[in-house]
Nanobody
Framework: QVQLVESGGGLVQAGGSLRLSCVGS????????MRWYRQAPGKERELVAS???????NYADSVKGRFTISRDNGKNTVFLQMNSLKPEDTAVYYC?????????WGQGTQVTVSS
């Protein structure tokens, strides 16, 4: 059974930083494309960042230059370093793993940025 467990969310002031972690189990972690999504109240879930099995990364325009996604396959972990946080970054952040037709989600971690 595949499990993804996020951590690292919390309350931070605008301009601050947080580092999210997502630990995976039950899958060959290194073969998965890993993504971070977020969902704000009343809004659709949106893709924030992705990292391929080979390390290639992509970011939403709204977070480019502020967020960095990385992975440590030896620890089955993907990270999202979030700097220069803004109130509009407030959302539940979800970890996502995808390999071929298999897609898995974590339970989410709340990030709240106060102005």
């Amino acid at each position: 059974q595949v499990q993804l467990v996020e951590s690292g969310g919390g309350l931070v002031q605008a301009g601050g930083s947080l580092r999210l972690s997502c630990v995976g189990s039950g899958t060959t972690f290194s073969l998965n494309v890993m993504r971070w999504y977020r969902q704000a109240p009343g809004k659709e879930r949106e893709l924030v960042a992705s990292i391929g099995s080979g390390g290639a990364t992509n970011y939403a325009d709204s977070v480019k230059g502020r967020f960095t996604i990385s992975r440590d396959n030896g620890k089955n972990t993907v990270f999202l370093q979030m700097n220069s946080l803004k109130p509009e970054d407030t959302a539940v952040y979800y970890c996502n793993a995808n390999r071929l037709f298999n897609v898995y989600w974590g339970q989410g971690t709340q990030v709240t940025v106060s102005s």
